[in-house]
């Protein structure tokens, strides 16, 4: 019962939100600021019990793990923000998060988003068919022009300039792709709510 | 102590996190396990700090009975309701797993499928062919769309599309991949010796 | 003599191509609505191929064998659970059935509902219990953090499941630790996560790495793919479909592919008469401001 009253709810709300689609109105508002009221709600329990409960208090107080209380003691002072005279103490926190990330982002961004990437692109000739070689070939020419495009140290003149517009056309191709997946995705969306509202809804009430 | 502080400490954590990763030496990993494990925490508290910045504009809204105060109850009731449902009955059962089964999940997963709409929309009144450019991403991106999907397929615009994911986007999401990776790479470094001090806030 | 109006005057045709630019868009929204509403109330059964990265992500789930455990990380929200939903169900059926062990857990604050409601639907239809063949560890902050910390020690990681059980009383997680027991790591994910996980699990601890992406993040993982950080990766909700049939079960995924046809049509139809009307629009501005300069010649 509970299950199919909520579905019902559900159905109602998404309505209220699909309403923005005609305008602007005081359903689509309403449904608007509770879902971000129950979201931050929902939200904050499962921080809490994360960071707090699983992460802290248990560790320290019922398995004597107290090295963690250093940990504790910076996100506390993340607090200290609400209060503008005290806020400089946040900035331990935060620099202690954001420097802690930075340390150990660079070997591996280095390692995996650059140099394994850059292995990626250099064609292997003797490993390849013709037809995949210059498809690596054609692979090597569009990074290498758009790495030229986004070199911003010397004017684009000349044959940087004529390198750096092929790049252009690199990117023209793979934003249209990101367009075409991006039109996908978002149709994907509306499938998923339309099936709620016409295979869930009616399965519901049928149940009611 | 406001300032050289902070950056100093990052000095310190910044370079055991990337010094651990070259060297094998037990006492560097047992300090790197244990700052991953304050990391955590820290990030949590962090998160549960937003949702308190969150109540508090709202609740000033309603004290303050700004206009559209009566939204903003919606919102502070919501989140009551949520913490209240999740320390009376637990967060497996009752309210708390319901109102994000029904309400929450529903409209959340509503406001990005109206995307749809608008995309279409832009579609039709933004997409121009203006130049060989703009033909070039309407073009990928047409061929893209019915490609991947099976009336597409049936006339065979799938192994054109695959062609373009294959090499020309694969060859443009690399060259900014690496790009990206590079300048990640560039801001960790001043993070860590102190020159990019922006994080801090105003002052710093 | 008279200015040559005929000529220099916009010819019909074109005003009323131009005219198409200005039509109110709710007109388009009831049409992408009914385009998407149509196939699902009938459906039109189009032939569904597979891609070669969806059968390279089936192959990676085939080939583990009873008793291995894989990683499943839940790493979305409700926002994408449309498109992401289809591709966990089938992957955690097509594991189940395998008779693979799952370590669940989920990097966002939003996934706990949706982790536990797919994996019990899963589980259920498999008869797998809870503790001994899946466990569901939750959620934990920070994702990067949580990443390397696993390749150290699960157990460490998350100290309880979700449900508060210590992690070390439960029989799968007294058996493995860490990414060297773990045959294959699945992450279905609406962000970048997939990219972390190969960066910090695969490129760090060498972990085997398929993903389930939303359709706007798969376009960018193709670099990964390639270079085989990636053994196999799924996108949007074409690639669940592809998944569901690959396991013979067809589930959300395929039934909604009619609809996204006919949708993405509507769209590309969209697309060449907004450039009709384009053109036309800037054929007759060309054609009223040459009849001014005549006029004024």
């Given at each position: 019962?509970?299950?199919?009253?909520?579905?019902?709810?559900?159905?109602?709300?998404?309505?209220?939100?699909?309403?923005l689609?005609?305008?602007?109105?005081?359903?689509?508002?309403?449904?608007?600021?509770?879902?971000?009221?129950?979201?931050?709600?929902?939200?904050?329990?499962?921080?809490?019990?994360?960071?707090?409960?699983?992460?802290?208090?248990?560790?320290v107080?019922?398995?004597?793990?107290?090295?963690?209380?250093?940990?504790?003691?910076?996100?506390?002072?993340?607090?200290?923000?609400?209060?503008?005279?005290?806020?400089?103490?946040?900035?331990?926190?935060?620099?202690?998060?954001?420097?802690?990330?930075?340390?150990?982002?660079?070997?591996?961004?280095?390692?995996?988003?650059?140099?394994?990437?850059?292995?990626?692109?250099?064609?292997?000739?003797?490993?390849?068919?013709?037809?995949?070689?210059?498809?690596?070939?054609?692979?090597?020419?569009?990074?290498?022009?758009?790495?030229?495009?986004?070199?911003?140290?010397?004017?684009?003149?000349?044959?940087?300039g004529?390198?750096?517009?092929v790049?252009?056309?690199?990117?023209?191709a793979?934003?249209?792709?990101?367009?075409?997946?991006?039109?996908?995705?978002?149709?994907?969306?509306?499938?998923?709510?339309?099936?709620?509202?016409?295979?869930?809804?009616?399965?519901?009430?049928?149940?009611? | 102590?406001?300032?050289?502080?902070?950056?100093?400490?990052?000095?310190?954590?910044?370079?055991?996190?990337?010094?651990?990763?070259?060297?094998?030496?037990?006492?560097?990993?047992?300090?790197?396990?244990?700052?991953?494990?304050?990391?955590q925490?820290?990030?949590?508290?962090?998160?549960?700090?937003?949702?308190?910045?969150?109540?508090?504009?709202?609740?000033?809204?309603?004290?303050?009975?700004?206009e559209?105060?009566?939204?903003?109850?919606?919102?502070?009731?919501?989140?009551?309701?949520?913490?209240?449902?999740?320390i009376?009955?637990?967060?497996?059962?009752?309210?708390?797993?319901?109102?994000?089964?029904?309400?929450?999940?529903?409209?959340?997963?509503?406001?990005?499928?109206?995307?749809?709409?608008?995309?279409?929309?832009?579609?039709?009144?933004?997409?121009?062919?203006?130049n060989?450019?703009?033909?070039?991403?309407?073009?990928?991106?047409?061929?893209?769309?019915?490609?991947?999907?099976?009336?597409?397929?049936?006339?065979?615009?799938?192994?054109?599309?695959?062609?373009?994911?294959d090499?020309?986007?694969?060859?443009?999401?690399?060259?900014?991949?690496?790009?990206?990776?590079?300048?990640?790479?560039?801001?960790?470094?001043?993070i860590?010796?102190?020159?990019?001090?922006?994080?801090?806030?105003r002052?710093? | 003599?008279?200015a040559?109006?005929?000529?220099?005057?916009?010819?019909?045709?074109?005003?009323?191509?131009?005219?198409?630019?200005r039509?109110?868009?709710?007109w388009?929204?009831?049409?992408?609505?009914?385009?998407?509403?149509?196939?699902?109330?009938?459906?039109?059964?189009?032939?569904?191929?597979?891609?070669?990265?969806?059968?390279?992500?089936?192959?990676?789930?085939?080939?583990?064998?009873?008793?291995?455990?894989?990683?499943?990380?839940?790493?979305?929200?409700?926002?994408?659970?449309?498109?992401?939903?289809?591709?966990?169900?089938?992957?955690?059926?097509?594991?189940?059935?395998?008779?693979?062990?799952v370590?669940?857990?989920?990097?966002?604050?939003?996934?706990?509902?949706?982790?536990?409601?797919?994996?019990?639907?899963?589980?259920?239809?498999?008869?797998?219990?809870?503790?001994?063949?899946y466990?569901?560890?939750?959620?934990?902050?920070?994702?990067?953090?949580?990443?390397?910390?696993?390749?150290?020690?699960?157990?460490?990681?998350?100290?309880?499941?979700?449900?508060?059980?210590?992690?070390?009383?439960?029989?799968?997680?007294?058996?493995?630790?860490?990414?060297?027991?773990?045959?294959?790591?699945?992450?279905?994910?609406?962000?970048?996560?997939?990219?972390?996980?190969?960066?910090?699990?695969?490129?760090?601890?060498?972990?085997?790495?398929?993903?389930?992406?939303?359709?706007?993040?798969?376009?960018l993982?193709?670099?990964?793919?390639q270079?085989?950080?990636?053994?196999?990766?799924?996108?949007?909700?074409?690639?669940?479909?592809?998944?569901?049939?690959?396991?013979?079960?067809?589930?959300?995924?395929?039934r909604?592919?009619?609809?996204?046809?006919?949708?993405?049509l509507?769209?590309?139809?969209?697309?060449?008469?907004?450039?009709?009307?384009?053109?036309?629009?800037?054929?007759?501005?060309?054609?009223?401001?040459?009849?001014a300069?005549?006029?004024?010649?």
């Amino acid at each position: 019962m509970a299950e199919e009253l909520g579905i019902l709810v559900g159905a109602l709300l998404t309505l209220a939100i699909f309403s923005l689609l005609y305008r602007d109105n005081p359903f689509y508002r309403a449904a608007e600021h509770l879902l971000v009221g129950v979201s931050a709600g929902y939200y904050v329990v499962h921080y809490f019990y994360a960071a707090v409960i699983r992460k802290f208090t248990v560790p320290v107080f019922q398995q004597g793990e107290w090295w963690l209380l250093p940990g504790g003691l910076l996100g506390l002072l993340i607090f200290f923000r609400l209060r503008p005279r005290t806020a400089w103490l946040s900035r331990y926190a935060i620099a202690f998060y954001v420097a802690a990330w930075s340390g150990y982002l660079i070997p591996s961004v280095l390692q995996e988003r650059v140099l394994t990437q850059i292995a990626g692109t250099i064609p292997d000739p003797a490993a390849a068919a013709p037809w995949a070689l210059a498809m690596s070939l054609l692979v090597l020419v569009g990074v290498a022009s758009i790495l030229v495009y986004f070199y911003f140290s010397a004017a684009h003149t000349g044959a940087l300039g004529r390198i750096s517009r092929v790049g252009i056309l690199f990117l023209m191709a793979g934003f249209g792709a990101s367009f075409g997946y991006t039109v996908m995705g978002r149709v994907s969306l509306l499938i998923g709510r339309f099936q709620y509202l016409f295979e869930d809804l009616p399965r519901a009430l049928g149940r009611l | 102590m406001k300032r050289t502080g902070p950056v100093l400490l990052g000095f310190v954590i910044g370079m055991l996190m990337l010094v651990q990763h070259f060297t094998p030496d037990r006492w560097i990993a047992e300090r790197y396990n244990n700052i991953l494990d304050w990391k955590q925490v820290v990030f949590g508290l962090t998160l549960i700090l937003g949702v308190v910045s969150l109540f508090l504009y709202h609740w000033r809204r309603i004290a303050r009975r700004e206009e559209g105060w009566r939204y903003s109850l919606l919102t502070v009731g919501g989140l009551a309701f949520m913490i209240g449902a999740a320390i009376l009955f637990t967060p497996s059962r009752g309210p708390y797993p319901w109102m994000f089964e029904h309400v929450q999940a529903p409209m959340q997963s509503t406001l990005f499928a109206l995307l749809a709409f608008y995309v279409a929309s832009a579609s039709y009144r933004a997409f121009r062919a203006r130049n060989l450019h703009a033909a070039l991403l309407l073009s990928a991106g047409v061929i893209v769309m019915l490609g991947r999907v099976p009336l597409g397929e049936a006339i065979g615009l799938n192994h054109i599309s695959t062609w373009i994911l294959d090499y020309p986007n694969l060859a443009a999401k690399r060259g900014v991949m690496i790009g990206v990776g590079l300048g990640m790479t560039a801001t960790a470094i001043k993070i860590i010796l102190g020159i990019e001090r922006t994080y801090l806030g105003r002052g710093a | 003599m008279p200015a040559p109006l005929a000529a220099g005057r916009p010819p019909r045709r074109a005003g009323r191509l131009a005219a198409l630019g200005r039509v109110d868009r709710r007109w388009i929204f009831l049409l992408v609505g009914a385009s998407v509403a149509l196939p699902l109330l009938r459906p039109l059964h189009l032939p569904i191929g597979t891609s070669r990265e969806a059968r390279a992500y089936h192959a990676e789930v085939e080939r583990l064998q009873p008793g291995d455990e894989m990683i499943f990380s839940f790493d979305y929200e409700p926002d994408t659970m449309a498109e992401l939903d289809p591709m966990s169900l089938a992957t955690l059926r097509h594991a189940f059935s395998r008779g693979v062990r799952v370590i669940a857990l989920t990097n966002y604050a939003g996934g706990p509902g949706i982790a536990l409601r797919i994996l019990g639907q899963a589980a259920s239809e498999h008869e797998r219990q809870y503790g001994r063949d899946y466990v569901f560890l939750g959620y934990n902050p920070d994702y990067s953090a949580t990443m390397l910390r696993m390749g150290e020690s699960i157990r460490s990681t998350f100290p309880t499941d979700h449900f508060g059980t210590p992690s070390a009383e439960l029989p799968l997680l007294r058996e493995v630790d860490r990414y060297a027991d773990i045959e294959l790591l699945v992450t279905v994910t609406a962000s970048a996560l997939a990219e972390y996980w190969v960066i910090w699990a695969g490129g760090r601890f060498g972990q085997r790495i398929v993903a389930g992406n939303t359709a706007i993040q798969a376009v960018l993982i193709y670099p990964y793919y390639q270079t085989g950080q990636l053994a196999g990766f799924l996108g949007g909700l074409k690639g669940a479909a592809e998944y569901e049939r690959l396991i013979g079960r067809d589930g959300a995924g395929v039934r909604g592919m009619d609809a996204q046809s006919v949708a993405h049509l509507l769209i590309v139809c969209f697309i060449v008469l907004g450039n009709i009307g384009y053109f036309a629009q800037r054929r007759s501005a060309r054609a009223a401001g040459d009849a001014a300069r005549d006029g004024e010649a």
